[in-house]
Nanobody
Framework: QVQLVESGGGLVQPGGSLSLSCAAS????????MGWYRQAPGKQRDMVAT???????KYADSVKGRFTISRDNAKNTVYLQMNSLEPEDTAVYYC??????????WGKGTLVAVSS
């Protein structure tokens, strides 16, 4: 059974930084495309950043230059480094996995709150 477990969320002041991690199990991690999505209260879930099995990366325009996605296949973990955080970044952040067989998996999410 595939499990994705996020960690690293919390409360941070505007301009601060947080690092999220997503540990995967029950899957051949290196073959999956991985990503981070977020959902703010009352809004739809949107893509933040994705990284393919071949390390091709995409970012939402709103986070370009501030967020960095990376992966460590040896640790079955994908990361999201978030710098220069803004109140608009407040959301539940979800880890996402897409397998080579087009199966999609989600983590349960971790809350990031940016407030002074």
């Amino acid at each position: 059974q595939v499990q994705l477990v996020e960690s690293g969320g919390g409360l941070v002041q505007p301009g601060g930084s947080l690092s999220l991690s997503c540990a995967a199990s029950g899957t051949t991690f290196s073959r999956n495309d991985m990503g981070w999505y977020r959902q703010a209260p009352g809004k739809q879930r949107d893509m933040v950043a994705t990284i393919t099995s071949g390390n091709s990366i995409k970012y939402a325009d709103s986070v370009k230059g501030r967020f960095t996605i990376s992966r460590d296949n040896a640790k079955n973990t994908v990361y999201l480094q978030m710098n220069s955080l803004e109140p608009e970044d407040t959301a539940v952040y979800y880890c996402h996995a897409l397998t080579p067989y087009a199966m999609i998996y989600w983590g349960k999410g971790t809350l990031v709150a940016v407030s002074s």
